[in-house]
């Protein structure tokens, strides 16, 4: 598995082409319709209006969250009538829900062949710490590539930082069926390069802390283009920024490897009373 880390076909069409979002959502708009038990049948004027109510409330929500936005902002954003919003979606509140769930299914289908690489591994019962490491860096690299250097996807941001920071109903959406799982997959990748359980409290810690270092341009976007003195985080840029993320990552592996490979132990000795989670099954299918 030595290719781990070059991105497949889809991975190059991400990073050579910049996506087409609402094209994208679209997809997505069609599957809330199922959802609600509303007509699917094609790309009929009825779907565009989901699309385009989706799009809207998406950065509506995530510049001022489920509380501070109204639907009438909303439907006026999507070019539609307030009454769209509860014929397509119920309420409000049930528009939110379809507005994350198309947020967790565009991510899942943004990262799903680096996801579906790692799964791979995981299902192998093998795997060395080499490719483990690989697959990390692949991973953390395109999270940054495909989603968090992309202008387009700022009001995606937006929202989960809002999510995260005062948790509403769509965020146990967002963590069972988006978070949970990638940091369930990096998890396991830590655990291999470390050998140790990704079950672990450690484990845990240590990825989180590894994904802070890419989610940071999210909740703190404006701060580094004010640094660097750029407009914007793409292309070339982005390209340069994420062969450093690589790097981080590889050198505070092989650091946290080879510490332990000398029987020296990772964190403080002291005792902490604080229990390692509980074993949970995988959600990835």
Same mark, same amino acid.
């Given at each position: 598995?030595?290719?781990?880390?070059?991105?497949?076909?889809a991975?190059?069409?991400?990073?050579?082409?910049p996506?087409?979002?609402?094209?994208?959502?679209?997809?997505?708009?069609?599957?809330?319709?199922?959802?609600?038990?509303?007509?699917?049948?094609?790309?009929?004027?009825?779907?565009?209006?989901?699309?385009?109510?989706?799009?809207?409330?998406?950065r509506?929500?995530?510049?001022?969250?489920?509380?501070?936005?109204?639907?009438?902002?909303?439907?006026?954003?999507?070019?539609?009538?307030v009454?769209?919003?509860?014929?397509?979606?119920?309420?409000?509140?049930?528009?939110?829900?379809?507005?994350?769930?198309?947020?967790?299914?565009?991510?899942?289908?943004?990262?799903?062949?680096?996801?579906?690489?790692?799964?791979? =591994? !995981? +299902?192998? /019962?093998?795997?060395?710490?080499?490719? #483990?490491? %690989?697959?990390?860096? $692949?991973? &953390?690299? @395109?999270?940054?590539?495909?989603?968090?250097?992309?202008?387009?996807?700022?009001?995606?941001?937006?929202?989960?930082?809002?999510?995260?920071?005062?948790?509403?109903?769509?965020?146990?959406?967002?963590?069972?069926?988006?978070?949970?799982?990638?940091?369930?997959?990096?998890?396991?990748?830590?655990?291999?390069?470390?050998?140790?359980?990704?079950?672990?409290?450690?484990?845990?810690?240590?990825?989180?802390?590894?994904?802070?270092?890419?989610?940071?341009?999210?909740?703190?976007?404006?701060?580094? =283009? !004010? +640094?660097? /003195?750029?407009?914007?985080?793409?292309? #070339?840029? %982005?390209?340069?920024? $994420?062969? &450093?993320? @690589?790097?981080?990552?590889?050198?505070?592996l092989?650091g946290?490897?080879?510490?332990?490979?000398?029987?020296?132990?990772?964190?403080?000795?002291?005792?902490?009373?604080?229990?390692?989670?509980?074993?949970?099954?995988?959600?990835?299918?």
């Amino acid at each position: 598995m030595a290719s781990a880390a070059t991105p497949g076909p889809a991975a190059a069409a991400w990073i050579k082409h910049p996506f087409d979002f609402l094209k994208r959502l679209f997809k997505f708009a069609l599957l809330m319709a199922m959802t609600f038990h509303l007509s699917s049948g094609g790309a009929s004027r009825r779907d565009r209006a989901r699309l385009r109510l989706l799009e809207a409330g998406l950065r509506v929500f995530g510049e001022k969250g489920p509380r501070g936005a109204t639907v009438r902002e909303i439907a006026r954003a999507a070019g539609q009538n307030v009454a769209a919003i509860s014929y397509y979606f119920g309420n409000k509140q049930k528009f939110y829900l379809a507005v994350i769930e198309a947020v967790v299914g565009e991510i899942r289908a943004r990262l799903g062949d680096v996801l579906g690489q790692i799964e791979l =591994l !995981r +299902r192998s /019962g093998g795997g060395s710490p080499a490719q #483990a490491r %690989a697959l990390l860096q $692949a991973f &953390l690299r @395109e999270v940054y590539l495909r989603m968090l250097s992309r202008n387009e996807a700022t009001a995606i941001g937006q929202l989960i930082v809002r999510e995260q920071l005062n948790p509403t109903a769509g965020f146990e959406l967002l963590y069972t069926r988006g978070f949970r799982e990638l940091h369930e997959a990096l998890c396991f990748l830590v655990g291999l390069v470390l050998g140790r359980d990704p079950r672990e409290r450690e484990v845990i810690v240590r990825t989180h802390l590894l994904m802070g270092q890419v989610y940071f341009f999210a909740m703190a976007r404006e701060g580094i =283009l !004010r +640094r660097l /003195g750029w407009k914007h985080l793409e292309g #070339a840029k %982005a390209r340069w920024v $994420a062969g &450093l993320i @690589e790097e981080h990552v590889r050198v505070l592996l092989d650091g946290l490897a080879s510490r332990q490979s000398v029987g020296e132990p990772a964190t403080s000795p002291a005792k902490s009373p604080i229990p390692n989670p509980s074993p949970a099954p995988s959600i990835i299918p």
